[in-house]
């Protein structure tokens, strides 16, 4: 069982700026990729970015350019990964709970899609207000 920490988020005006973290008891080299998701009150959960195992990232459209996903490799503990979600310029659209989660590819008919595979931890809420 993957366990998914998310921190770092808080109150913020618009236009300011904060970083996410993500501790997971999982080694990024061990998976496709991790992703940060977000859900409004009253929206279902989107994909914000996501960061694969070779390093590649994809932004939803509505955050490129202030937003930037990365991550830590811990060489000394190899089952255990950081990834962060740097956050710029936000706008009060921004707030939300933000989570993190484990990325995989599912077979989705004669095609491939992303999808979440672990359980949803707490996450951590953003709000965007002034």
């Known amino acids: 069982q993957v366990q998914l920490v998310e921190s770092g988020g808080g109150l913020v005006q618009p236009g300011g700026s904060l970083r996410l973290s993500c501790a997971a008891s999982?080694?990024?080299?061990?998976?496709?990729?991790m992703g940060w998701y977000r859900q409004a009150p009253g929206k279902q959960r989107e994909l914000v970015a996501r960061i694969t195992r070779g390093g590649s990232t994809n932004y939803v459209d509505s955050v490129k350019g202030r937003f930037t996903i990365s991550r830590d490799i811990h060489l000394r503990d190899i089952g255990k990964n950081t990834v962060y979600l740097q956050m710029n310029s936000l706008k009060p659209e921004d707030t939300a709970v933000y989570y993190c989660?484990?990325?995989?590819?599912?077979?989705?008919?004669?095609?491939?899609?992303?999808?979440?595979?672990?359980?949803w931890g707490q996450g951590t809420q953003v709000t965007v207000s002034s």
């Open positions: 989660n484990v990325d995989g590819l599912i077979a989705d008919g004669s095609r491939y899609r992303w999808s979440p595979l672990g359980s």
């Open positions: 999982v080694s990024i080299l061990s998976i496709d990729a």
